[in-house]
């Protein structure tokens, strides 16, 4: 079982170049998320799924695209990337149902534009 | 988004010392779950504790232990016999029972003296 995985770990952009960042699970999740990690405000949420076929916006999901075709994959697209946009970047994945619903994090990526 | 508010963006702590987190939120909801994150240098968010709102039983993970107060909508976290291992910062998070996103405080940092 590799959890959740996220490529790349480090990445720099140039303001305007767009990117794709990955995100894979192996545990059959159907509830998947991204977050953006900023000092000083903890972790929001960008956008999130709760299927394949299945998306929806979180608290900041401004200059973010997402799809889900597959349970496994949840990919993140920045479209033209701004200096705001520096962050670290985590992806989540749970169960939908059940009590605790524990959400398992990836290992993150950072993100600076430049 | 639920508001989390952690009050306390550092705490220092000596070593084999208790150390307390303090954490407030704010719901009209009666089904909720309310947990503590520890992001170590590594980056990686772990789970420390979880709570159910509806349990009145305080939740303890060996010297991890909670303090919640459902009337107050308090839920602070209290680090027992303090390890050097406990450095990081530390996150407040709730999530509604009816959906899988959660809502994050800002953090606090905890250092522990040798």
């Known amino acids: 079982n590799a959890g959740v995985t996220q490529t790349p770990k480090f990445q720099v952009l140039k303001t305007g170049q767009s990117m794709t960042l990955q995100c894979a699970q192996d545990?059959?999740?159907?509830?998947m998320s991204w977050y953006r990690q900023d000092p000083g405000m903890g972790l929001r949420l960008i956008h999130y799924?709760?299927?394949?076929?299945?998306?929806d916006q979180g608290e900041v999901p401004n200059g973010y695209n997402v799809s889900r075709s597959t349970t496994e994959d949840f990919p993140l697209r920045l479209l033209s990337a701004a200096p705001s946009q520096t962050s670290v970047y985590f992806c989540?994945?749970?169960?939908?149902?059940?009590?605790?619903?524990?959400?398992?994090f990836g290992p993150g990526t950072r993100l600076t534009v430049l | 988004a639920q508001t989390v508010t952690q009050s306390q963006p550092e705490m220092s702590v000596q070593e084999a010392e208790t150390v307390t987190l303090s954490c407030t939120y704010d719901?009209?909801?009666?089904?909720?779950?309310l947990f503590w994150y520890k992001q170590p240098p590594s980056r990686q968010m772990i789970l420390v504790i979880r709570?159910?709102?509806?349990?009145?039983q305080n939740a303890t993970e060996n010297r991890f232990s909670v303090n919640f107060q459902k009337a107050a909508k308090s839920f602070s976290l209290k680090i027992s016999d303090s390890q050097l291992g406990d450095a990081a910062m530390y996150f407040c998070?709730?999530?509604?029972?009816?959906?899988?996103?959660?809502?994050f405080g800002a953090g606090t940092t905890v250092t522990v003296r040798a």
């Open positions: 989540a994945s749970s169960y939908s149902s059940g009590t605790y619903n524990e959400q398992f």
């Open positions: 545990m059959n999740h159907e509830y």
């Open positions: 799924s709760v299927g394949a076929g299945i998306t």
């Open positions: 719901t009209s909801e009666s089904d909720y779950y």
């Open positions: 709570q159910e709102a509806y349990k009145q």
């Open positions: 998070a709730y999530r509604s029972g009816r959906a899988s996103e959660l809502s």
